[in-house]
């Protein structure tokens, strides 16, 4: 008889049942390795959907992660690079108090809304010309049509009050809350001359403490020579208050004081106000931000010392301030009326702190809007024309 061939140690322990299974699985994984061979010959893979995306979730996240981490670095760099640059460039430490970027000529009044108003230009020294605008009281806007810069000279002799206004930093004479307080003045029959200092606007020369005070000087006595008897006063606005508090000192110091100074929105010096100002909420709480930043300025001659100015001031002085004044705290308006009241050198005048509420709105430009704001001046006006006289 033939011998059956002796059975493998697989097929003795694997069912007969089992073989075919057995066969199959071997097809499986030689179908399994000709795929992994092929893909890496470069035949197309054919990937799970779900593990695609998970790879492209992954990569934008990358990518987002990448940028963002960038921009984080590029922001830090621009941190630190800031204070320096402010440190060693006196001319960035003017530019940023200033902030007299906008150069443009205003030669037309009217495009401002301004129709009784005459536009004109003075050299307060050789090689420097500053522009200069005249707002007629509104009762001679009709009178005021078609004439010319003499017939306008000629107005400040007549019978009516005139302010020299000395606007803020940046922006120039003919920006909208000017001319809106510009008509409120004019409406109540104030004559108002204001202009732009050097390097604003379409004035020549370079911007400074000192220059923006010598121009401020040059016109009121450009004023005073043709407004004979009236009243004349100066009002200043935020970085303006500093300058007019400058050109006060200097009028009194001289014995030729002005009618009364009105400071809307004041600070008391400009360390106080660049400390508290919100550009500086970065930086105020750093070791180093007086150093960088406040020692920086003053040295290169920016000071407005204002809280020290009003004790060699000898005119009334009118105070008026919002209490939601987002650039010049309410407060440092209040510390300087606290200052000024009891300044000898005002002890004969009349000083007066004049708050608006919060909930009116008025914040640092708007003052101009308050119904009362005419009603204000008048008494504060009318007590200190009896005082001098």
């Given at each position: 008889?033939?011998?059956?061939?002796?059975?493998?140690?697989?097929?003795?322990?694997?069912?007969?049942?089992?073989?075919?299974?057995?066969?199959?699985?071997?097809?499986?994984?030689?179908?399994?390795?000709?795929?992994?061979?092929?893909?890496?010959?470069?035949?197309?893979?054919?990937?799970?959907?779900?593990?695609?995306?998970?790879?492209?979730?992954?990569?934008?996240?990358?990518?987002?992660?990448?940028?963002?981490?960038?921009?984080?670095?590029?922001?830090?760099?621009?941190?630190?690079?800031?204070?320096?640059?402010?440190?060693?460039?006196?001319?960035?430490?003017?530019?940023?108090?200033?902030?007299?970027?906008?150069?443009?000529?205003?030669?037309?009044?009217?495009?401002?809304?301004?129709?009784?108003?005459?536009?004109?230009?003075?050299?307060?020294?050789?090689?420097?010309?500053?522009?200069?605008?005249?707002?007629?009281?509104?009762?001679?806007?009709?009178?005021?049509?078609?004439?010319?810069?003499?017939?306008?000279?000629?107005?400040?002799?007549?019978?009516?009050?005139?302010?020299?206004?000395?606007?803020?930093?940046?922006?120039?004479?003919?920006?909208?809350?000017?001319?809106?307080?510009?008509?409120?003045?004019?409406?109540?029959?104030?004559h108002v001359v204001t202009f732009d200092y050097r390097g604003w606007a379409d004035s020549t020369g370079t911007a400074s403490?000192?220059?923006?005070?010598?121009?401020?000087?040059?016109?009121?006595?450009?004023?005073?020579?043709?407004?004979?008897?009236?009243?004349?006063?100066?009002?200043?606005?935020?970085?303006?208050?500093?300058?007019?508090?400058?050109?006060?000192?200097?009028?009194?110091?001289?014995?030729?004081?002005?009618?009364?100074?009105?400071?809307?929105?004041?600070?008391?010096?400009?360390?106080?106000?660049?400390?508290?100002?919100?550009?500086?909420?970065?930086?105020?709480?750093?070791?180093?931000?007086?150093?960088?930043?406040?020692?920086?300025?003053?040295?290169?001659?920016?000071?407005?010392?204002?809280?020290?100015?009003?004790?060699?001031?000898?005119?009334?002085?009118?105070?008026?301030?919002?209490?939601?004044?987002?650039?010049?705290?309410?407060?440092?308006?209040?510390?300087?009326?606290?200052?000024?009241?009891?300044?000898?050198?005002?002890?004969?005048?009349?000083?007066?702190?004049?708050?608006?509420?919060?909930?009116?709105?008025?914040?640092?430009?708007?003052?101009y809007r308050s119904p009362e704001l005419p009603n204000i001046l008048r008494d504060f006006l009318s007590t200190t024309d009896?005082?001098?006289?």
């Amino acid at each position: 008889m033939r011998r059956r061939p002796e059975p493998t140690a697989r097929s003795r322990h694997t069912p007969a049942g089992h073989e075919s299974f057995s066969a199959l699985e071997k097809d499986c994984r030689l179908n399994h390795n000709l795929r992994l061979t092929g893909s890496a010959k470069g035949a197309p893979e054919h990937r799970h959907p779900e593990g695609a995306g998970v790879m492209k979730r992954f990569t934008r996240r990358y990518g987002l992660w990448v940028r963002l981490r960038t921009l984080l670095m590029c922001m830090i760099g621009l941190y630190i690079a800031i204070p320096v640059v402010i440190k060693v460039c006196p001319a960035i430490q003017a530019k940023l108090v200033f902030l007299n970027f906008m150069r443009s000529p205003l030669k037309n009044p009217k495009d401002h809304g301004l129709n009784h108003t005459c536009n004109f230009y003075l050299q307060p020294e050789e090689g420097v010309t500053i522009g200069v605008w005249h707002t007629l009281p509104t009762a001679l806007w009709k009178d005021a049509q078609g004439k010319d810069q003499p017939w306008y000279e000629e107005t400040l002799a007549q019978n009516y009050p005139v302010i020299l206004y000395l606007h803020g930093n940046s922006g120039t004479r003919g920006v909208d809350h000017r001319v809106e307080m510009y008509k409120v003045l004019s409406s109540i029959g104030f004559h108002v001359v204001t202009f732009d200092y050097r390097g604003w606007a379409d004035s020549t020369g370079t911007a400074s403490e000192g220059a923006m005070t010598f121009d401020s000087l040059h016109l009121f006595d450009w004023i005073k020579a043709r407004s004979g008897d009236n009243p004349v006063y100066v009002w200043g606005h935020s970085l303006g208050t500093g300058v007019a508090t400058n050109v006060v000192r200097r009028l009194c110091e001289r014995e030729t004081p002005p009618d009364a100074l009105i400071l809307e929105s004041p600070f008391t010096n400009v360390r106080d106000e660049a400390r508290s100002h919100p550009y500086s909420v970065l930086y105020r709480y750093l070791p180093g931000f007086e150093w960088f930043f406040l020692d920086s300025i003053t040295a290169s001659g920016i000071k407005f010392e204002s809280d020290n100015n009003v004790n060699y001031i000898s005119c009334p002085l009118l105070i008026l301030h919002a209490e939601d004044d987002p650039v010049i705290p309410f407060e440092l308006g209040r510390k300087l009326y606290n200052i000024a009241a009891p300044s000898k050198s005002l002890r004969d005048y009349k000083v007066q702190f004049v708050p608006f509420h919060k909930d009116l709105g008025y914040q640092h430009r708007f003052i101009y809007r308050s119904p009362e704001l005419p009603n204000i001046l008048r008494d504060f006006l009318s007590t200190t024309d009896q005082q001098g006289k």
